[in-house]
Nanobody, 124 residues
Framework: QVQLVESGGGLVQTGGSLRLSCAASGRTFSSYAMGWFRQAPGKEREFVAAIDRSGRTTYYKNSMKGRFTISRDNAKNTVYLQMNSLTPEDTAVYYC?????????????????WGQGTQVTVSS
């Protein structure tokens, strides 16, 4: 079992930055990969970024490259998503998720555990 709790969401102006955190508990954190997804109103949940168990390999949706950075601290059982140059199109609920089988996968169904989500709102 893995429990995930996101934090760090909020309201930010266009061009601003936010850092999301996801605290994990339960199974040994360094034994599984992590991902971030987001879901805007009326849209499907979409892949944002992922990171392997060690933190050495990262994956991004093309449109996020250069603006978003995923990282993890296995000593703190936490994965982060640094988001820069935010636009209103980034407004969504952001979820972290655990992949116990592989890493870098982009499909929602590939992930085994999910957090409750944190709201990010970017005003114009």
């Amino acid at each position: 079992q893995v429990q995930l709790v996101e934090s760090g969401g909020g309201l930010v102006q266009t061009g601003g930055s936010l850092r999301l955190s996801c605290a994990a508990s339960g199974r040994t954190f360094s034994s599984y990969a992590m991902g971030w997804f987001r879901q805007a109103p009326g849209k499907e949940r979409e892949f944002v970024a992922a990171i392997d168990r060690s933190g050495r390999t990262t994956y991004y949706k093309n449109s996020m490259k250069g603006r978003f950075t995923i990282s993890r601290d296995n000593a703190k059982n936490t994965v982060y998503l640094q988001m820069n140059s935010l636009t209103p199109e980034d407004t969504a609920v952001y979820y972290c998720a655990a992949d116990l089988v592989s890493s870098g996968r982009v499909g929602v169904r590939s992930y085994d555990y999910w957090g409750q989500g944190t709201q990010v709102t970017v005003s114009s």
